[in-house]
């Protein structure tokens, strides 16, 4: 393989720029050209493809976001539009692509290796953490972290104020974030679009009146934006309880600024393995890289394309343990 492409797509996540690191530098040790691709999809079809050497991925290594952009590409979906994607990898003389994103990016990948039949390999890389085949995906660590220190801080204002706060997270289809962020904060409350009945308001009032019955001055609860509007469920409760309840929407906070160490560190090992993968894959052959018990894995995208990530029941329940 003497040419490989690379490219980040979907919403951005904090990684992202250490895996564009570790896939530029990786491949040029191996002897390939590398060209990124700016602004996903998209730039596929409008040929942005730029030539990148070793230097242009200096200093990217603890910066949020993405040096190559991104963007949502609806376009993308129509096999018409697709050819012209084609055409312009053929053109480039590409023969190898690594697709940076979250699930709905790695539909995309497998599509472009199935029917432009060039070798892609799939980097996870969503805050949401929703990628089926991997227990990680590159800026879910960073993300949970904000949401923590924002708990932190929320946590003061409900204690001295003696109040319930409903603290939203992003999680528009998946509450993994929510899940983690909720537990690892010490929430009385998660709501996830998971579980429907655990976000009933009656079954919220009937917890939160249990704790204040027990003593309890203030309550956290974590929502994932996909539950509802938390400010209309601060209201409800606010009502039905008779505690003063407020709403934080925590929004694009999450996804951006510096990466954690543990970030970083997927983002890397994950570009570096995707390389590996790509070089050695034959036409139409679509692979995604994960981590899956504390391994490294290496998944054909036949295989895990359309299944759906399970949420940790046992985690959920284990903090229903915990507020008491
Ligand atoms: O990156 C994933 C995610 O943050 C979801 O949780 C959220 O619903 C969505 O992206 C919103 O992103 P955008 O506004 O960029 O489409």
């Known amino acids: 393989m003497k040419r490989i492409a690379v490219m980040t797509t979907g919403g951005d996540a904090p ?5 564009i690191r570790a896939v530029v530098r990786t491949a040029i040790s191996k002897g390939a ?5 700016e602004h996903g999809f998209k730039g596929l079809l409008e040929n942005r493809f730029v030539r990148m050497d070793s ?3 200096s200093g990217i290594i603890n910066r949020g976001g993405t040096m190559l952009q991104t963007m949502r590409c609806p376009e993308f979906h129509k096999k018409n539009v697709r050819k012209s994607a ?3 990898i053929k053109n480039m003389k590409i023969d190898g692509l690594a697709v940076i994103g979250g699930d709905g990016s790695r539909r995309g990948a497998h599509i472009i290796s199935k029917e432009s039949g060039v070798p892609v390999v799939f980097i996870p890389g969503s805050i949401d953490n929703d990628v089926y085949g991997t227990d990680y995906t590159i800026g879910f660590d960073t993300a949970v972290n904000v949401g923590l220190g924002a708990i932190d801080k929320i946590r003061d204002t409900a204690a001295s104020h003696e109040r ?20 690892t904060g010490g929430a009385e409350i998660i709501l996830i679009p998971e579980f ?4 009933e308001i009656g079954r919220i009032c009937s917890v939160l009146k249990a704790g204040i019955e027990k003593g309890k001055d203030s309550s956290i609860i974590v929502m994932a934006e996909g539950v509802g509007l938390s400010n209309k469920f601060a209201e409800r409760i606010e009502k039905r309880i008779g505690m003063e309840a407020r709403y934080t929407v925590l929004g694009y906070i999450q996804r951006g600024g510096s990466p954690t160490a543990a970030s970083r560190r997927l983002g890397l090992t994950f570009g570096y393995k995707a390389v590996k993968a790509l070089l050695g894959q034959k036409r139409g052959e679509s692979t995604m890289v994960g981590i899956q018990a504390n391994t490294m894995v290496v998944h054909s995208l036949k295989n895990v394309i359309g299944k759906e990530r399970k949420i940790d029941r046992q985690a959920y329940r284990m903090n229903e343990a915990f507020s008491i």
């Open 86 to 88: 084609y055409h312009n």
């Open 164 to 183: 319930v706060f409903i603290v939203e997270v992003m999680g528009r289809e998946r509450g993994f974030l929510a899940l983690e962020i909720g537990l």
């Open 33 to 37: 050209g590398v060209f990124g691709v």
């Open 196 to 199: 429907k009945k655990e976000a």
């Open 15 to 19: 990684g992202m720029n250490a895996a």
């Open 55 to 57: 230097h242009s991925v």
